[in-house]
């Protein structure tokens, strides 16, 4: 049960889970790293190291 839905299956928790997933990373802002997504702080990070980034 999340939120106090009831699932059935496992492909609807994978699927509610997943679609959780996405809007955290593209949509919520951290404070803390100056209100970037965590997938923006995430491409600055390897941006900064010198790393390619490719998701």
């Known amino acids: ?27 919520w802002l951290l404070e803390k790293l100056g209100y970037p997504s965590p997938l923006e702080a995430r491409q600055e990070h390897y941006k900064l190291q010198g790393v390619a980034w490719d998701e």
């Open 1 to 27: 049960m999340i939120k106090g839905k009831i699932f059935h299956t496992i492909e609807e928790v994978r699927e509610v889970v997943g679609y959780f997933v996405e809007q955290y990373n593209s949509q």
